[in-house]
């Protein structure tokens, strides 16, 4: 700028003046902030400026981030400059839902994520099936003769789930590939759906130990069992996700009971939607779990949507916002700068994890669906790190990934099954008062609130919180600041560590869809030529808005 003052977004140098002041908006320094002042050419690379007390990532980046990071050297300094004079073309203020129109609708093909599989099909489900028994046997027992060892110790993984069959084709099924490839073994799955069909293909999995609580399929006993519990817990006396919690909480308990009776060594609870992520191995990390820790917690990283159109989310999503707890110290406090549309929040659903217990030293239970609990047990007592034996948790080094929404038509789905009947007219009567007291995050209940109005309320409520394109915003006050130049905004958001890019789950997926479409045609299946995926953008009329390629835009 002419008078020499810094493109200074709240407390972020312009050495991210692109990433803001180019990529979003100019923002002026904070009053506490003071000028901005120029380090000496010995401090810092030349051209880069910082606001007083600032957690300026390029002033900052030497003590923030390992030297490994970056090979030792400073990597950034010539693009800081060039990002610095970038920082001084202001931008104005715009009206977040005029800005909505011009955001730019990316197809998965458009990215190169276009998935291998398009999920369109039932037909294969019989030999997806056969490949996931085959694949427990082969990860977990080894009964195959081939070379190496069954998997060790051994693992088990909770969930409530409530799909049809298509939701076992597009969901649980892929999810249970990727979590048994990894080492988990056992699935304890709380049906809570009513199609007989789909509780029969559940029943073919032999990794499968359903637990059934709820009318049409459970025993009368267990369905007395659960009502009694319900009659006399207060989340289950509520609706929503409250009543869900506790439903996840009765159900983990029984999971866990079955577990030390199979000589289950660790169990999880986590969802369809969420995603291991091991450092080394799942058996590596759990086998550095220091002997006195009854649990470890592990952080979760979440999605962050680059497609308008995902319809295999295991494939096309594979951009992450790291945990900031994973960060090195105060790194995190740069992200909440790059939060996206207007959620006040970085992290739209949850920000505290799964944990992982122990189920072979005595008795623990649930802890609400995040965190496991259990009494003083000598088999945790430790001189130095746990005298009494109480239980304790320490930091996992295996993470998750957690993709909630992935797209409008996730957000609709979802929608159709969190409330009773008679919050579709609270909804309707814009009655927020009454909605939330069947949630407890804000954005679950404002995305219930925008699937409720229909679908193109749906549409324009997840583009704008949720998809990250060329175009997207960034509310502040009743206003948005556009994020610009986002191709190159996501690549220094990845060199930083802000973001992962994560294609793990992807290419696992895919090298057992092609196992999958082998065994279907042996099988007497028929399986089509790959089909083009909703992703791919095939009958949507495209353009190429300024500086981005192959985008599509809103009609």
């Not at 050495?15 to 000496?40: F, M, N, T, Y």
């Not at 609580?213 to 459970?218: D, G, K, N, Q, V």
């Not at 009694?228 to 817990?233: E, F, I, R, T, Y």
Request: net charge positive.
């Amino acid at each position: 700028m002419a008078d020499g003052t810094c493109a200074c977004p709240g407390r972020v140098s312009c050495a991210w003046g692109q990433a803001i002041g180019h990529h979003l908006d100019q923002v002026r320094c904070g009053p506490q902030e003071g000028r901005c002042r120029k380090h000496s050419q010995a401090q810092e690379p030349r051209g880069l400026h910082y606001c007083g007390r600032s957690y300026c990532l390029a002033a900052r980046v030497r003590r923030l981030y390992p030297a490994a990071v970056y090979g030792g050297t400073w990597s950034h300094a010539a693009r800081a400059q060039q990002l610095c004079s970038s920082a001084q073309e202001k931008q104005p203020n715009v009206d977040c839902n005029k800005a909505l129109r011009n955001q730019s609708l990316p197809t998965s093909a458009d990215l190169g994520l276009a998935p291998w599989d398009s999920m369109r099909d039932l037909e294969t489900i019989p030999a997806r099936i056969a490949f996931l028994n085959e694949l427990t046997k082969e990860v977990c027992s080894n009964a195959s003769g081939r070379v190496g060892a069954g998997i060790h110790p051994r693992v088990a993984a909770f969930t409530v789930w409530n799909g049809n069959m298509w939701g076992l084709r597009r969901s649980l099924l892929p999810w249970m590939q990727w979590s048994t490839q990894l080492g988990v073994c056992r699935f304890y799955v709380a049906y809570q759906g009513r199609d007989k069909q789909t509780l029969r293909s559940l029943e073919q999995i032999r990794s499968v130990s359903l637990i059934l609580i709820s009318p049409p399929f459970a025993p009368t006993e267990e369905v007395r069992s659960w009502r009694v519990h319900a009659s006399q817990n207060e989340w289950a006396q509520k609706p929503g996700n409250w009543r869900l919690m506790a439903k996840q909480g009765y159900c983990g308990d029984i999971a866990l009971a079955r577990a030390r009776a199979e000589g289950i060594q660790w169990m999880m609870h986590i969802d369809a939607d969420e995603l291991l992520l091991p450092a080394v191995s799942l058996a590596a990390d759990l086998a550095s779990v220091p002997a006195w820790a009854a649990a470890v917690k592990m952080h979760n990283h979440e999605a962050l949507i680059e497609s308008f159109e995902v319809n295999n989310k295991y494939e096309e999503v594979t951009l992450f916002k790291v945990h900031d707890a994973t960060l090195p110290a105060k790194a995190g406090d740069l992200q909440w700068r790059f939060r996206l549309g207007t959620y006040s929040a970085y992290y739209q659903v949850y920000h505290n994890g799964k944990s992982i217990v122990r189920t072979d030293r005595g008795y623990v239970h649930t802890w609400g669906p995040h965190e496991f609990l259990g009494p003083r047990n000598t088999t945790w007592a430790d001189p130095k790190h746990n005298p009494a034996g109480d239980f304790k948790s320490v930091t996992s080094q295996t993470t998750l990934l957690h993709v909630s929404y992935a797209s409008w038509r996730d957000l609709m789905s979802k929608a159709r099954t969190s409330c009773p009947s008679k919050f579709h007219d609270y909804a309707r009567e814009g009655n927020r008062t009454k909605v939330k007291d069947c949630f407890c995050l804000d954005f679950d209940l404002d995305a219930y609130m925008a699937a409720v109005a229909g679908e193109g309320a749906a549409r324009d409520y997840w583009t704008i919180t949720s998809l990250f394109s060329e175009g997207a915003v960034r509310k502040d006050d009743e206003m948005c600041k556009v994020y610009r130049d986002v191709p190159r905004l996501k690549e220094l958001l990845i060199r930083d560590r802000l973001l992962i890019r994560v294609t793990g789950p992807q290419q696992a997926l895919r090298a057992h869809e092609v196992a999958i479409r082998a065994l279907a045609r042996s099988m007497g299946i028929r399986v089509g030529a790959a089909d083009t995926a909703v992703g791919s953008g095939a009958g949507i009329q495209k353009s190429q808005p300024q500086g981005v390629t192959e985008t599509v835009r809103r009609l």
